[in-house]
């Protein structure tokens, strides 16, 4: 029987799975792990599949189980399969593990950066304006109290393109925070670019209305632009970096 560790990697895969195999997936797998015996000849698993039957989870489970019974190292052989095999290869950008479906997608305008994303850096969008400077080191400051170290794309001079650095930095990051404060149309395309790489986006705002009207179902927080505003505005972000970032949190995240 596998270890406890085994048995939880195990729980994991099956979920992934049965979200995502087709019967080709599964004898492709048996002919990986030397196991196409255990996927013939289960009962209810290849059927299951095909109508949608509510045991086939359990399924899932017990065909995985088999095949690392006969052979430990085919918990590697599997895990590596549903990473590769299945989503076709690529790398995970996203700040958490979705459970729902997920996608690759290779950009036509960036390149992908060699640096892994770094869970310990914030990255902060805004309009490039002295006039925000005080906002970004408020936002600095509520990073530092969490241990996470912010960016922000005008600090930055990587690539010749500036939407190239943007992009790496967004990419990078594990945290995004978008100061939406005068609609700014290049603030709501870096939001995007973070919505759809998954990142754990922040939206703040001088003025609600400035939120854009797609967004406003989702959580932001309004400040004023004065000291002691921004010293609220601390407070709130370092809570909410706290809790994104699995920390406890210093108090309640406020809208």
Request: proline share 5%.
């Given at each position: 029987?596998?270890?406890?560790?085994?048995?939880?990697?195990?729980?994991?895969?099956?979920?992934?799975?049965?979200?995502?195999?087709?019967?080709?997936?599964?004898?492709?797998?048996?002919?990986?792990?030397?196991?196409?015996?255990?996927?013939?000849?289960?009962?209810?698993?290849?059927?299951?599949?095909?109508?949608?039957?509510?045991?086939?989870?359990?399924?899932?489970?017990?065909?995985?189980?088999?095949?690392?019974?006969?052979?430990?190292?085919?918990?590697?052989?599997?895990?590596?399969?549903?990473?590769?095999?299945?989503d076709?290869?690529?790398?995970?950008?996203?700040?958490?593990?979705?459970?729902?479906?997920?996608?690759?997608?290779?950009?036509?305008?960036?390149?992908?950066?060699?640096?892994?994303?770094?869970?310990?850096?914030?990255?902060?969008?805004?309009p490039?304006?002295?006039?925000?400077?005080?906002?970004?080191?408020?936002?600095?400051?509520?990073?530092?109290?969490?241990?996470l170290?912010?960016?922000?794309?005008?600090?930055?001079?990587?690539?010749?393109?500036?939407?190239?650095?943007?992009?790496?930095?967004?990419?990078r990051?594990?945290?995004?925070?978008?100061?939406?404060?005068?609609?700014?149309?290049?603030?709501?395309?870096?939001?995007?670019?973070?919505?759809?790489?998954?990142?754990?986006?922040?939206?703040?705002?001088?003025q609600?209305?400035?939120?854009?009207?797609?967004?406003?179902?989702?959580?932001?927080?309004?400040?004023?632009?004065?000291?002691?505003?921004l010293?609220?505005?601390?407070?709130t972000?370092?809570?909410?970096?706290?809790?994104?970032?699995?920390?406890?949190?210093?108090?309640?995240?406020?809208?």
């Open positions: 029987m596998p270890n406890e560790a085994a048995g939880r990697r195990i729980l994991d895969l099956k979920r992934l799975v049965a979200e995502r195999f087709t019967a080709n997936n599964w004898f492709e797998l048996g002919a990986l792990t030397n196991a196409l015996d255990a996927v013939r000849n289960h009962g209810r698993l290849l059927r299951a599949l095909q109508w949608g039957d509510a045991d086939y989870e359990g399924a899932v489970f017990q065909v995985l189980l088999a095949m690392v019974e006969r052979d430990p190292g085919n918990l590697k052989r599997i895990a590596d399969y549903v990473d590769g095999g299945v076709g290869g690529g790398e995970n950008a996203s700040s958490s593990a979705g459970s729902g479906r997920r996608i690759y997608i290779t950009p036509s305008v960036f390149e992908v950066p060699a640096d892994q994303p770094d869970p310990s850096l914030v990255a902060v969008m805004m490039f304006d002295v006039r925000f400077d005080a906002v970004h080191a408020a936002i600095r400051k509520a990073a530092a109290q969490v241990g170290t912010c960016k922000r794309a005008d600090n930055m001079w990587e690539n010749s393109v500036v939407i190239q650095d943007i992009f790496s930095l967004i990419y990051s594990t945290i995004v925070v978008c100061d939406f404060t005068g609609k700014n149309p290049n603030v709501f395309y870096e939001a995007g670019i973070a919505h759809v790489l998954g990142k754990h986006v922040v939206p703040i705002t001088q609600p209305d400035d939120i854009p009207f797609d967004l406003r179902h989702h959580r932001y927080s309004t400040y004023l632009a004065n000291g002691e505003g010293e609220v505005l601390t407070g972000l370092a809570e909410r970096f706290a809790t994104l970032t699995g920390r406890p949190p210093a108090r309640p995240w406020s809208v």
